[in-house]
């Protein structure tokens, strides 16, 4: 009975109080890195979804992070409960590439830090990182032959042939560099990287993967411009 009493005691002596100011501080700093964070992953991702869509997630994955882990920071037997019922949820999101997961994470890492009162941390963290994906998105641009995202898709993938796909592609592009393939029982979906050396070879290309069948769909998302 002492031991538990001297437990009980120890859990409610653990509590720590939460400054207001403090708190409302975080969590506008939490979502203003989140916004940047968010543009910064759409100028420079190179996920073929769509990431302006992806990065409203930012803001409030961030802040309802920071929230938790303020809350939680004050109390040992909060921290407890918040253990026991992250092992009952379970989390699962359609995530197809990793760029996204690690995008996920970052955003996580700033409302941690941020929960857990580590302003200035926080703060530089996020400049160095940023400053990293800066670098890196201008050297990788730079070496990329690439300038256009292509994306045939079917919802009848018996008339798809990737085999046909890839071939009529290497004879109208200059770089040819398959990205993702998903392909189910109602539909195929392929992504590439390509260059065209001119407007004539895009439409040359076009028209060759429209014969692949009635129900293909194209799509092209400029990534650099094509020239003319």
């Known amino acids: 009975m002492n031991k538990y009493q001297s437990f009980q005691e120890f859990l409610t002596t653990q509590s720590i109080p939460v400054s207001v100011t403090g708190f409302l501080i975080n969590i506008v700093v939490a979502a203003v890195l989140a916004l940047l964070l968010g543009k910064m992953y759409t100028r420079y991702g190179t996920s073929l979804s769509n990431r302006r869509m992806f990065a409203q997630n930012f803001v409030l994955l961030t802040t309802t992070t920071m929230m938790i882990i303020s809350i939680v920071k004050s109390s040992l037997a909060l921290s407890l409960g918040l253990v026991g019922a992250l092992s009952i949820v379970r989390f699962r999101a359609a995530i197809k590439e990793p760029e996204e997961l690690t995008y996920l994470f970052l955003s996580i890492a700033i409302g941690l830090g941020l929960g857990a009162d580590q302003r200035t941390i926080t703060l530089i963290g996020f400049v160095i990182i940023m400053a990293i994906i800066r670098f890196k998105s201008s ?6 032959s690439e300038n256009l995202y292509l994306t045939v898709s079917s919802h009848n993938p018996v008339k798809l042939d990737l085999d046909a796909i890839i071939k009529t592609l290497e004879q ?48 092209f998302l400029d990534n650099k411009g094509i020239v003319g």
């Not at 050297?139 to 990329?144: Q, T, V, W």
């Open 172 to 219: 109208n592009c200059s770089m040819v560099n398959m990205k993702r393939f998903d392909e189910t029982k109602e539909q195929l979906e392929a992504s590439f990287l390509v260059a065209f050396d001119s407007i004539e070879q895009l439409n040359k290309a076009k028209t060759e993967l429209q014969r692949q069948g009635e129900s293909v769909r194209i799509t």
């Open 139 to 144: 050297a990788h641009r730079s070496d990329e």
